[in-house]
């Protein structure tokens, strides 16, 4: 694996479920694929479980984790092509990421959907640099438009609990005060889609995600009618694509609490966290047995520590 960036990136997902149970079961049983290799893990935005998770799954394959808070610890990074640098970015991506390739085995790279130039940010212009110019294997770790661990994570979340063969799943668009990206809603679909699923989304007019992602699944307005007999519920705000990165609706009745759970089949309740309470979902969703965001944050460790043993694997 090069790149894991798509669904298509780790091949058969069943045995992908299955390899991350065996990783789950015996973390440190392939801690000599790491041995004198290291994984630099580039942030362009703020994180707490996708470093932490990183860094962890790295240790547990003996490998070497070395943190870059770009804004913060190195030179600021000129991102765009052509521009003249007479601003307050000191260094271009050109020359830095051959330099952190050459200091590394693997790559990490968190860089957010800036949100104001779609073309810039549906081409995963940063991501695809980091690919071109590293000669490393790359990992997002929620690039522009994708959130593949997360999305790996919660599969394998939905894996472990689920109770029937081909459980109904529903991603719920939720009210939040800020614009934020498509990447988790993105990625989330992509995956269900690929898996043996009843996959829905719900959400209000206006908040239709980019069609490579939406696929086939089906996509109702009615929050109460796409949670009947639901077995999952995924709820995410994300941003509208049209206006590109704007919020254009803050209806709190989309907040996901006890009367939307009443119309399912006992649904466990997933999120991918940060979650802010009581705009996405209610303080009795969340504490309520039902809820699953602290198992499915822990199977970040395992969805990243396969895609790392994979590529040391392959070197
Ligand atoms: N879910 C997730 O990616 O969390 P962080 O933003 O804290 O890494």
Redesign the pocket.
């Known amino acids: 694996m090069k790149s894991f960036f798509h669904v298509q990136d780790i091949g058969d997902l069943g045995k992908a479920l299955e390899e991350a149970k065996q990783v789950k079961a015996t973390p440190y049983a392939w801690q000599h694929l790491g041995k004198n290799k290291t994984i630099i893990l580039v942030f362009f935005n703020?994180?707490?479980?996708?470093?932490l998770s990183s860094q962890k799954a790295a240790l547990n394959l003996g490998l070497d984790p070395i943190v870059l808070n770009v804004n913060g610890d190195s030179w600021k990074l000129e991102t765009r092509m052509g521009v003249v640098m007479d601003g307050d970015k000191s260094e271009h991506l050109k020359e830095a990421i051959p330099v952190i390739g050459s200091y590394c085995d693997l790559i990490g790279v968190r860089s957010f959907a800036g949100l104001t130039d779609k073309e810039f940010d549906y081409n995963e212009t940063i991501l695809k640099q980091f690919i071109e110019y590293s000669g490393k294997p790359v990992i997002s770790l929620?690039s522009a438009t994708v959130?593949p661990c997360?999305a790996f994570a919660d599969l394998f979340t939905i894996e472990e609990y689920k109770t029937k063969k081909r459980p109904k799943v529903v991603m719920t668009w939720a009210p939040h005060p800020r614009a934020l990206p498509q990447a988790?809603p993105n990625s989330f679909a992509e995956w269900m889609n690929a898996a043996d699923v009843d996959f829905v989304i719900a959400q209000p007019e206006g908040y239709e995600l980019d069609p490579q992602f939406v696929g086939n699944a089906r996509v109702v307005y009615d929050q109460m009618e796409a949670f009947e007999g639901a077995d999952f519920v995924y709820a995410k705000n994300w941003s509208a694509m049209n206006p590109y990165g704007q919020v254009i609706n803050k209806d709190m009745s989309w907040t996901v609490g006890a009367r939307q759970m009443a119309v399912t089949n006992n649904a466990h309740f997933l999120h991918?966290?940060?979650v802010r309470r009581n705009m996405i979902v209610t303080d009795e969703v969340i504490d309520s047995p039902r809820s699953l965001v602290i198992p499915e944050?822990a199977n970040?460790v395992v969805s990243a520590q396969v895609v790392m043993k994979r590529m040391l694997e392959e070197m």
């Open positions: 703020n994180s707490l479980r996708t470093r929620e959130h997360q988790v991918c966290l940060p944050a970040r």
